[in-house]
């Protein structure tokens, strides 16, 4: 409960709109949670058209973050390090501390990458004036270093440079920020959880990247009229007085952020068995998932739910919302690895069917009733072959049953939504 109040009290957590009072997005927010639960998960993408709430997911996630301590000294300044983490400190800050490191509570970091972002911004650069009074090559961190425990949030994906998308993604995957450049060689952590938002109307995202996301999902979601008539109201009330409707949501919020620290803390606890993981890859291989982010980012992702749930032992419903939100999202319309090099099967009066369905006999030879079993079995062998070589949809178990766990309907709207970009329109 402390640590919900201090990120209540704080004014950017304050003016942020509460997660709990938005309508609808069930699917995102469960993500979301997820995500912040096990930061180095993967990270979340969200796509969307215009005014779907995208970016007020990302901060009303952010006002749920507790307070982190960070290590208080001149040479760690701006990294976030944590005092309690000695491993993650450089050498001359391990020569700088003697005796118990002294510490800070601040707020959990929240840093945007601007669309014109250059390089030296992003990963850090040689700071002159530092540099040039003490005559040693000084390191100011860039925002990759601010990030570090917090959130780093980019809005329009589609539109980042890629090379500055290439250094983020690489360094957030590693958890650890190299720079080698201008004299400077070192290294600090960088753990921070990514959240990405973009519209496809504006431009498509190239698959390897969304493949970098542990979860992809879309923002656009089908509501009713009441639901926007609450929606508008909300959003009025927030505009009037945020204070106020943060108070509102104050309770609601509050059993949000302790089940979140809660959840951070039971997580090294989850354990999952081996019979687990091999249906979670069984599934992927079902889904014709490429590569094998698929499966690593479901485990964390079942852990994760079993943790939030307050379980110590992952169970079906947490191998079932990895499907969903992990797999289900990256299933193509392909047959499965083991059946693409199959050729088609021929037409029936040709190819391998003459030599598996003989011509019928003569009439009258008595021989028509002997055939009927077998040329029934071949129909339906013939008909199961048609069915396996057709491009199947995603698999049926990989849609979750609205009543039986909470998430939207809503969840595979992502691939519509690169459908609209022309992103996957060679693989539809």
Known sequence: MVASGVAIKDDQATRAFPLAAITGHGTLKLALLLAAVDPGLGGVVIAGGRGTGKSVLARGLHALLPPIDVLDSEVG????????????????????ISGEAPSIVIPAPFVQIPLGITEDRLVGAVDVAASLSSGNAVFQPGLLADAHRGVLYVDELNLLDDGIVNLMLAAVGSGENRVEREGLSLSHPCRPLLIATYNPEEGNVRDHLLDRF????????????????????????HGQCSRSFAQKWGEETDALATQLLLARQWLPD?????EQIEYLVTEAIRGGVEGHRSELYAVRVAKAHAALSGRDQVEAD????????????RASQMPPPDQQ?????????????QQDNPPPPPEGSGEEEENDPPEENNDDDDGDGEEDQAPPAVPEE?????????????????????????????RS
């Open 318 to 329: 947490d191998l079932q919302v990895a499907v969903a939100l992990v797999i289900a999202p």
């Open 77 to 96: 300044v701006g990294r976030n390090l944590d005092p309690h983490n000695p491993d993650e400190w450089d050498d001359a800050t391990r020569e700088s």
């Open 270 to 274: 989850v354990q999952i068995s081996g």
């Open 214 to 237: 542990a979860i992809a999902l879309s923002a656009n979601q089908l509501v009713s009229t009441e639901q926007r008539v609450e929606i508008t109201n909300a959003v009025i009330s």
């Open 398 to 426: 990989f849609m979750l049953d609205p009543e039986a766990i909470a998430v939207d309907p809503d969840l595979l709207l992502f691939n519509a939504a690169k459908s609209k970009s022309g992103n996957s329109g060679s």
């Open 341 to 353: 090099m199959e050729p088609p099967p021929p037409p029936l009066d040709q190819g391998d069917q």
